[in-house]
DNA sequence: GTTGCTCATACAATCGTTTGCATATCGAAA
DNA sequence: TTTCGATATGCAAACGATTGTATGAGCAAC
């Protein structure tokens, strides 16, 4: 009972006395088999208890079933939700995922990156580290034509599709939000300028400022990990500032609320002195006080666009040539750490 | 180039003009090749480019070196480091992950298994949902003998093991330092009693009170799903009991804020009117204000030693039966939410 | 020169499917 | 009755590795 052979398409041939090719086709619901034959063929199949065996099918039609998956670390809110939302869709598909970490190390990214092509995946989700420069090592997947799709942390990279949302708009619009409460000396609180998140977020500060005649000072640019720490080092250097800022935009919540917690335990109230804005719509949003306004950032909904748009590719529902970038929906959301007064 | 065919050892053998079976054994590396053939053999196939064909070798092996994980939801800060702890050990091991949500839904949860059963996994990493009872959805593995190991949420099973904390003790101190604190009349927020962490939680506080001779009251247990939001409810409840309860002892931190939160808003001050400790030492118990008294409950050590376990057990270095409990440390973290009055 | 032994390599079956092509069946049209 | 399409089924060759068993080469001892 234990150790009970697997059954096979031979034993299902062999006990009706057909041949294997017309087991497996009824088993595919292939309409040259006739309905009685493939009735038979079902019923005891789920009798023998049949699985089919992946391995044996995959080896024979060069396909995995299997989409990797490559992000800098899955334990943030924003990034889990996104894994969430891609195991909700890959799931209900039948693919399976391989998720990997690169844990913002390049050599990770590219180690993890053979691995997943060693393990011949039928597509690629990546979310590139901070200090990615070098796309080579996607070349393999790019020359066999494995559909490579990035989010979040994008790149260029010819024939491969984007899924972000706007980061510029968003940027300008939490920047212009500030302006809007009075607030002339807004810090910006980011990460590397390599990637296309904190560019784009950069460029969108500007602009505001800008559009309202506002000097930009390079000065007001402090750039880190985002990590809560960063937040809370970035608030000594903002302590220094002469004058001191009157608002900080912050490229994520978590190292917005270390800022947040750092500049109050000097005395620094938020908002009357220095509002905040953070991105992400992280839970810690709603819990710090004051309460930090922020960017929506739909994680979910992108890990299930992502992977939608992958499978859709590799069941030829789509051209991966159509479509270049997906932008999602993304939205300002006020709260008190930047409202000068409650209405 | 685009097109170009995989590498087979067929190729690398009649490059060379020796069999395959040398091929396949010198890339594994085994002894009764000699060096010299060895060296030709991988110079060659690096030069190639060749990989191994993982579906050839998995349906010739039987194995498939992939692990299944079935959780109730990744995006939460406790699982996504539990993950992160389990992709860690597996990649530097060579095995992949095969993640699953449940969502907290059986149904899903038997479906979950059947398809990694499908799948054919060497082996399984599971935590319940809260509603499970019956096992008889991993009875497929239990017979075929594929290793299966529970965590923080786990059950009775014969022949598998369990990684845990100690919930029964971390309840105990965290109730023995509320007392210690002068606090008497302590609620318990938690969930289900189907499962054992939050049966062992309940009992670890019951008998803490009756150590100190507290009368145990069925009122002052709040069943709820531990979210945010039912940490609010929780709080309307509490804040009708009569007399005020002085304590509440939550078994989630993310529970526990949404239930502070709403008990400030109310007017309640914490702690000196009600004093809190939570469970599991998310993030935003140091955002929270005040900071939350929590446990420490080390989830990526935990996905790391579940991991590793698993993975001795597939490789033959651990006999299953020889482990049937694994209890990791974990420890009360001591905040201003609980402490009368700092030192 | 034969025997015996070790060390290195080769042969060939096997794992469970898929699929192009060939074949069988059967009723209807010629 | 023969012929012709359909329609349904079977044959057999892949797919790319692993591995038990057989074979061959080389060498030392007798």
Not at 28 to 37: A, I, L, N
């Amino acid at each position: 009972m234990s150790n009970e052979k697997e059954v096979t398409i031979y034993d299902l041939a062999r006990k009706l006395n057909i041949s294997v090719a017309t087991v497996s086709r009824a088993l595919k619901d292939d309409p040259v088999v006739s309905k009685k034959t493939k009735k038979k063929i079902s019923d005891l199949a789920v009798e023998m208890g049949y699985r089919s065996n992946h391995f044996a099918r995959n080896l024979r039609t060069q396909r995995t079933n299997t989409i990797g998956v490559i992000i800098p670390r899955i334990n943030s809110y924003f990034m889990s939700s996104v894994i969430a939302g891609m195991e909700n869709i890959a799931t209900s598909e039948g693919y399976n995922l391989i998720i990997s970490q690169s844990s913002e190390s390049v050599e990770k990214e590219v180690a993890n990156t053979i691995t997943l092509f060693n393990n011949r995946v039928d597509g690629l989700l990546v979310s590139l580290t901070y200090d990615t420069d070098s796309l080579a090592h996607f070349d393999p997947f790019i020359r066999k034509k494995v559909p490579l799709i990035f989010f979040d942390r994008t790149a260029d990279q010819k024939d491969c599709t984007c899924i972000l949302i706007n980061n510029w708009k968003a940027a300008y619009e939490a920047t212009t939000h500030l302006i809007s409460q009075g607030r002339r000396r807004i810090v910006h609180l980011t990460a590397t300028q390599k990637r296309n998140v904190y560019i784009d977020r950069l460029e969108g500060y500007k602009q505001a400022l800008a559009d309202q005649r506002i000097p930009f000072r390079e000065d007001y640019i402090i750039v880190g990990n985002l990590s809560q720490e960063a937040g809370a080092e970035a608030a000594s250097r903002i302590r220094e500032m002469q004058p001191l800022p009157d608002a900080v935009f912050v490229a994520n919540d978590n190292c917005a609320v270390g800022c947040m917690i750092a500049l109050k335990q000097m005395g620094i109230r938020i908002p009357e002195d220095i509002a905040f804005v953070g991105f992400n719509n992280d839970p810690v949003s709603t819990v710090v006080e004051p309460n930090l306004t922020t960017i929506n950032y739909p994680g979910y909904e992108m890990g299930q666009v992502a992977a939608r748009n992958l499978i859709d590719h590799l069941n030829g529902s789509s051209n991966i040539h159509s479509t270049n970038t997906i932008i999602l929906r993304s939205e300002l959301i006020l709260r008190e750490s930047s409202v000068s007064r409650q209405p």
